[in-house]
Structure formats: C-alpha cells, structure tokens
C-alpha cells in the first residue's frame, strides 16, 4: 500500500511581526523581521525560537513594574464589568501611562519615602499635560489613580500616593439647561428624527449615542429599555406619558429596526446626527433672533448641546421633589452623579434656596395658624 506524500509544512503564522523592506546594495529587496511589541529583529530561519524569546522579554520587562499593575487592572473581573464604553476609553489612557511609566517598579508604592517622590513626579506630568488639555491631563491621572487604587485594595501594593489630587478641568455647564419652553419649540420646528431625539433625552436623559442607535425592541409599549452609567447593563424603566405617546405615533407610521433614521431610512452616524442637531438648533435661534437681540439673558441653543439635555431632565425630577437616589433609579445614574446635579444645577439656579424658603412660609403658617 503506497504512502501519502509528504505534505509540505505549513507557513508559520505569529501575530504581531513587523515587516520591514529594505533596498540592498544590488538593487534587490530584503524584508526584515521585528517583534512589534519590543522592537526586537527576527531570526527568518528560526522564526518560532526568536519570536519566543522577544515575547519572554517582553513579560520578563513587565514583571514588578506598572506594567504589571496596569495588567493586573485591566485583566481583572471588575475591568470586565464596565461598559463597553468605560474599557474603551481606558485603552488610550492605559496606553499613555503604559509609555510614560510603564518601568516604574511596582516596589515604589511599598514604601512610603518612595510612594511620595511618585507623587511629585505624577503631579508634575499632570501640571504639564495640564498646558495642553486639563480635560485630558485630569482623564490620565485618574486611570492612573484608579490603576494603583485597585492594586492596593487587593493588596498587590500598600500605597497609593493618587488617592487624592487636585483637578485642572472645570466644567461651567452647570448653569447651562434647556428650559422646556426652548425644547418645546425645538420639537415643534426641528426635523421629525431631532425631534424623536429630544423626546428621547428629556424623558430618559439618555446619552446621544444611544440615542442614535435605539432599537424598537427596547420598548415594549410600557417601558424603555436605557443603559446603567454606572454598569453600562440595559435596564427598563417606565416611559413617561410624553415618551409613549410619541413612540406610539411613531411605530404606526415608521418602519425600520431603529426608532431614529436619516432621511434615506439609514442609521444615523455621529458627524451626521451633529450636522442635523446643530441644523435645527439654529433654526430655533433665527425664530427667537429679535428676543434674543432684545434681551441678553435669552437663552440662545448656541450656547447649549444636546447632553445638556440630560441635566435639564434630571433638573426636573429634583425640582418636583425627587430624591438623589430616587433620580438616580429613574435615569439609571449612580446616586453620587444625581446628588452632583442636585448640587450644581439646582444649588445655582436658586431652586434649593426657593425650596427651603417655601418649607418655611409654610411652617409659620401653620405655626400662626388658630388652633381647631
């Protein structure tokens, strides 16, 4: 019985080799092999063995420093309980704290000496990302704090000299809400898919991305499925009377997988979804040109985005007496971030004061009141 012929060996397949092209002398080209990772060259003839050994070094120069913190972060169980948003925007962050600290030796944060040196050297890069992008410079600190805080809170390192540090970013939005007379008129003159949009955000404060992607099969005639910020898991809450009447009308005349399309019946993209917001936003402003140019207080769409909507929602529920955590069950927000709008929205536009003062005319009533 005759063999099967040899069968040639396959071509070894490794990921993350960098190939190289370079001209030769006699004009022919040879192409060169690096370990993407390191930046080590290649043995072509003993590809699997130099390959190896560059992955080796690599973990070996991870051992006992950041870079094994930030792996032991983000191959944790709790890094895989964010949204999927969250481990997004963690990636370039980790990266940068990856290149700038990345051989740090993690014993630095087993003595207290050592710990408070990298707290100079931290808030000095801080202070000089700062120059370019607080926002940004704030976002690396943090994932940096967070990074140390987890490995101390599994007793991989005793100090997290991040713990506390002061921020560069000051947002001053606080003060900025859509009065719902301006969403009223915005919904009655903005194009049907902004205005499906604003409904969506006054009654649910959902995020814009949501907006855009949300499915009919998140609503079930009664409720709206939203994304938990806190989780990022999908939770169903009731609609409000508004939301569910406007839905309703909505599913008897549209087709399609998602409540919001562009006009050609697609999904909406971000750039597209902004053109359009911004569009109609300043449709309302050439309706209120002569209100605007007469009272400078107006309040102009120009000056507002579309996530201020979802403070103006959350606005709402506190000024009709919803508690913190009662907000945050509502808009599926942490109990921190709805006591944080409670504090900046409400406390500046003088509702807390309107409200206590309220509390207190009542209680002298009451008090002058003749007994029954």
């Known amino acids: 019985m005759r ?33 993407r990772a390191t930046g080590l060259p290649l043995d072509e003839n ?8 560059a992955a080796k070094t690599m973990r070996t120069k991870g051992e006992a420093t950041m870079v094994q913190l930030i792996r032991h972060f983000d191959q944790s169980a ?20 990856e290149a700038r600290w990345g051989s740090c030796p993690a014993a630095t944060f087993n003595d207290a000496d050592d710990a408070l040196e990298f707290r100079k050297d931290a808030l000095a890069w801080h202070n000089e990302l700062g120059k370019v992008s607080p926002r940004s410079a704030d976002n690396l600190v943090a994932a940096l704090a967070r ?22 970013y000051r947002s001053h939005r606080s003060e900025l809400t859509w009065p719902d007379e301006l969403q009223q008129q915005f919904i009655s003159t903005a194009r049907p898919a902004m205005a499906t949009a604003m409904i969506l955000v006054r009654n649910t404060a ?29 939770l ?9 009447a406007h839905l309703d009308a909505l599913k008897e005349t549209k087709a399609g997988a998602l409540v ?19 569009e109609d936003c300043d449709r309302v402003d050439a309706i209120n040109a002569e209100a605007i140019a007469a009272d400078p207080d107006f309040v102009k769409t120009a000056a507002l985005n579309f996530h201020d909507n979802r403070g103006t929602a959350a606005t709402l529920l506190a000024e009709a007496g919803g508690t913190a955590p009662e907000i945050a069950e509502a808009l599926t927000w942490t109990v921190d971030k709805a006591q944080k709008v409670i504090d ?18 009542e209680y002298r009533d009451r008090k002058a009141a003749p007994p029954d």
């Open 3 to 35: 063999g099967r012929p040899k069968q040639p060996d396959k071509p070894l397949k490794l990921k993350g080799i960098h190939r190289v092209k370079k001209r030769q002398k006699d004009g022919s080209i040879k192409v060169h092999l690096y370990h």
């Open 46 to 53: 003993n590809l699997a063995e130099s390959y190896a050994a």
């Open 78 to 97: 709790y890094f895989d309980g964010l949204s999927e948003e969250h481990r997004k925007q963690y990636v370039w962050k980790l990266k940068r704290i």
């Open 147 to 168: 990074v140390l805080s987890y490995a101390k809170e599994k007793a991989v390192i005793k100090f997290n000299p991040l713990d506390t540090f002061a921020r560069l």
């Open 206 to 234: 959902m995020r814009a991305s949501d907006v855009r992607k949300f499915p009919w099969t998140r609503y079930d005639g009664q409720r709206v499925q939203i994304r938990s910020t806190k989780s990022g898991k999908l």
């Open 236 to 244: 169903w809450i009731p609609a409000t009377r508004e939301l569910k």
């Open 260 to 278: 919001m399309l562009t006009p050609t019946g697609k999904a909406y993209t971000k750039r597209y979804f902004n053109a359009h917001w911004r």
């Open 344 to 361: 900046l929205y409400l406390a500046r536009r003088g509702v807390l004061a309107a409200n206590a003062i309220a509390k207190l005319e």
